[in-house]
């Protein structure tokens, strides 16, 4: 699937990358509205997503694709036919999360440069990041919105540095729904 769909900006995009990145888009914008559905959509994206990024040697974004296809399979039996009910992490659980966040990141980092990838600190943050959003969305807790928005503006500003013009939009668009999913599961907390 490395057939050109079309140029944007000087940068080729290809079929590939851009069906991952539309049904990747689906798949959050539906994860705002704590659907199910979200779930089927998530995997497809993340199988194509790692095939896309396995080909530019982003191999802990790839790595992390397979992760986001269990993780999809285990959201789609995890919650409920009518969607997720958001709770809370404690004060205690937000600073483990972050402390074992940061020390994986620097654990991964060097491996990721040892083997060649194409970028170590970011990615290896974006995976790490991603993987810890994803079990908080998985367990629906609101603060993955929160997670979701700092790795995806460190993903956008990767994206972008390293030419990946098409998927660094998608990632400045995931931003906004980030933000839109955490406004929104935020308000359902109130209620």
């Given amino acids: 699937m490395?057939?050109?769909?079309?140029?944007?900006?000087?940068?080729?995009v290809s079929v590939l990358e851009f069906v991952a990145a539309t049904t990747s888009l689906l798949a959050v914008i539906l994860g705002t509205t704590k659907k199910?559905?979200?779930?089927?959509?998530?995997?497809?994206?993340s199988v194509?997503?790692?095939?896309?990024?396995?080909?530019?040697?982003?191999?802990?974004s790839a790595a992390l694709q397979i992760i986001f296809v269990i993780a999809a399979i285990y959201g789609w039996f995890g919650w409920a036919p009518t969607?997720?009910?958001p709770g809370n992490v404690s004060g205690r659980g937000r600073r483990n999360i972050a402390i074992a966040t940061l020390v994986s990141v620097a654990v991964l980092s060097p491996l990721l440069s040892?083997?060649?990838?194409?970028?170590?600190w970011?990615?290896?943050?974006?995976?790490?990041?991603?993987?810890?959003?994803?079990l908080m969305m998985i367990y629906e807790k609101f603060e993955t919105w929160i997670v979701w928005v700092i790795v995806d503006?460190?993903?956008?500003?990767?994206?972008?540095?390293?030419?990946y013009w098409f998927t660094a939009l998608l990632y400045g668009i995931f931003t906004v729904v980030a933000v839109v999913g955490w406004k929104r599961w935020h308000d359902s907390l109130s209620h």
Wanted: proline share 1%.
């Fill in 2 to 12: 490395s057939t050109i769909l079309f140029t944007a900006w000087g940068y080729e």
């Fill in 36 to 45: 199910r559905i979200t779930w089927p959509w998530w995997a497809f994206s």
């Fill in 48 to 60: 194509l997503y790692g095939v896309f990024f396995y080909q530019v040697e982003l191999f802990a």
């Fill in 83 to 85: 969607g997720a009910v």
């Fill in 114 to 120: 040892h083997i060649g990838a194409a970028a170590t």
């Fill in 122 to 134: 970011t990615d290896a943050f974006v995976l790490i990041g991603s993987l810890t959003a994803q």
């Fill in 153 to 163: 503006v460190v993903a956008t500003v990767q994206y972008l540095l390293l030419g």
